[in-house]
Antibody
């Protein structure tokens, strides 16, 4: 069974940083592109970032220069380092496998003073 | 960026009756290299993570009932539910993954009349 478990969310002040993690299991992690998608409270889905099997990274404009996606294939883990956080980054952040076929339960990031 | 739109945004349905949701993209989602159309459909049930229903235009994801079907071409797509069941309520999103940034439609809220 595919399992994606996010962690690292929390309350942070504007301008602060957080590092999200996603622990993957039940599949060959190093064979898949991995993604982060977020959902602001009461809003729709927004793609944040993707990292390919070879490590090539893609970012939405909203996170370019502030967010860094990375992966550790030895640990079957995906990460999202978020710096210079803003109120509009408040959202539930989902870890999503490959062609967006499996989603974690999400970790909530709240940016507020 | 490819812009995704959906109609309607709200859809009251009667159990046992058919239902359909339309999705339109601002440019063709056909990959001319392989003939695939990278349009997917997701259902987010209340309080849950999104789940993949239909991928690459018309392929049902594992475990998805055959009352769900996807169709369309180019820039116009439809999700059909042949006979709505009470468990089908929630938010339906279309998503394109032909190109980065991956983009989602605004969502269609389906509830029971």
């Amino acid at each position: 069974e595919v399992r994606l478990v996010e962690s690292g969310g929390g309350l942070v002040k504007p301008g602060g940083s957080l590092r999200l993690s996603c622990a993957a299991s039940g599949f060959a992690f190093n064979d898949y592109t991995m993604n982060w998608v977020r959902q602001a409270p009461g809003k729709g889905l927004e793609w944040v970032s993707s990292i390919g099997k070879s490590g090539y990274m893609y970012y939405a404009d909203s996170g370019k220069g502030r967010f860094t996606i990375s992966r550790d294939n030895a640990k079957n883990s995906l990460y999202l380092q978020m710096n210079s956080l803003r109120g509009e980054d408040t959202a539930l952040y989902y870890c999503v496998r490959g062609a967006f076929d499996s989603w974690g339960q999400g970790t909530l990031v709240t940016v507020s003073s | 960026d490819i812009v995704m739109t959906q109609t309607p945004l709200s859809l009251p349905v009667t159990p046992g009756e058919p239902a359909s949701i339309s999705c339109r993209s601002s440019q063709s989602l056909l990959d001319s290299d392989n003939g695939n159309t990278y349009l997917d459909w997701y259902l987010q049930k209340p309080g849950q993570s999104p789940q993949l229903l239909i991928y690459t235009l018309s392929y049902r994801a594992s475990g998805v009932p055959d009352r769900f079907s996807g169709s369309g071409s180019g820039t116009d797509f439809t999700l059909n539910i042949s006979r709505v069941e009470a468990e089908d309520v929630g938010l339906y999103y279309c998503m394109q993954r032909l190109d980065f940034p991956v983009t989602f439609g605004p969502g269609t809220k389906v509830d029971i009349k």
